[in-house]
């Protein structure tokens, strides 16, 4: 089978990589390693900003001869966001601009990423919900709003395709300088320095092992799941961000002292946190039902 990955430089995009490679199976990369330098050498990479409308063309072949194309490719991290809000919104719009006619001129097999940030505030998330995105004063919410006009713009387009919408997708591998909670936490755990929660550490999120999602994001490359939008995330590990770094504290038997911060001392007047945040699975667990802790998932990043 040939697999394309775009962001396959990524953390979802590499364990992608990685899994279909030892499967056996053709993989090419296509990637500009923004925010992501995860290569494997054993497969092709093609490195290439494919905001740039001019270079498309000289990657077309690789999607002419694709099998299933998973869509990776695209700003991450509420740092990065959070610095570059402009660029963000232009950099994830014109991917999407640039690739999705050529998904339909070779009817290409699409896995497309797209983000919880498009729920806003809210307890189980359900695919079927009404969406809720904030203010334009809100910069965060530009992110969510963009992933959310791409997921319109795709259902425009006639290919096959399915929808996942990530829900903190963590574990060995993932790097911390974009701002991923956990990675960072289990860093400074590592080195008994302080663990900064921003707030008052009441805002909750569930946790993903990427071995979890990896295997959720295979099932639902059947024919039985196109036109269909899948929560990844897993349920049992919703936790509070402060319940995390005492977790994280205790599994790595740290030092560490937890420190309250007020997100302004780091972030932008507009960043805009998301207090509430958990899916719900019901759709996806009929196929896959995830399997790691939280506790696995901070081993397996030591």
Request: aromatic content about 12%; charged content about 20%; some cysteine.
């Amino acid at each position: 089978m040939n697999v394309v990955v775009t962001g396959g430089c990524g953390f979802i995009g590499s364990h992608l990589v990685d899994y279909h490679y030892n499967s056996g199976n053709s993989v090419v990369v296509i990637d500009n390693n923004s925010t992501g330098n995860n290569v494997n050498t054993e497969v092709t990479y093609i490195n290439v900003d494919l905001s740039d409308v001019d270079s498309i063309s000289n990657i077309e072949r690789y999607f002419k001869s694709a099998d299933i194309v998973y869509h990776m490719a695209s700003s991450v991290g509420v740092k990065y966001i959070d610095k570059d809000p402009a660029g963000t919104l232009r950099n994830s719009i014109n991917i999407n601009n640039n690739l999705f006619p050529v998904f339909e001129k070779y009817n290409n097999r699409v896995i497309f990423a797209s983000t919880s940030e498009v729920y806003g505030n809210t307890n189980e998330a359900k695919e079927t919900d009404v969406l809720k995105i904030g203010p334009p004063d809100t910069l965060r919410w530009g992110y969510a709003c963009a992933k959310l006009m791409s997921e319109f713009i795709l259902k425009t387009y006639n290919f096959p395709h399915t929808i996942v919408r990530f829900f903190n997708v963590t574990g060995r591998g993932q790097l911390s300088k974009y701002g991923m909670v956990l990675p960072t936490y289990v860093e400074l755990a590592k080195r008994d320095e302080d663990i900064i929660v921003y707030g008052d550490g009441t805002q909750y999120r569930t946790f993903c092992d990427i071995r979890d999602a990896v295997n959720m994001l295979d099932i639902v490359c059947g024919d039985t799941h196109v036109g269909e939008i899948y929560n990844i995330g897993n349920t049992e590990n919703t936790l509070t961000i402060a319940q995390l770094a005492k977790t994280v504290i205790r599994v790595l038997n740290s030092n560490s002292k937890i420190v309250y911060r007020p997100y302004e001392d780091d972030f932008s007047e507009q960043f805009g946190e998301i207090y509430k945040r958990k899916p719900n699975t019901d759709k996806m667990n009929q196929y896959y039902t995830s399997v790691y802790s939280i506790e696995n998932i901070i081993t397996s990043m030591c």
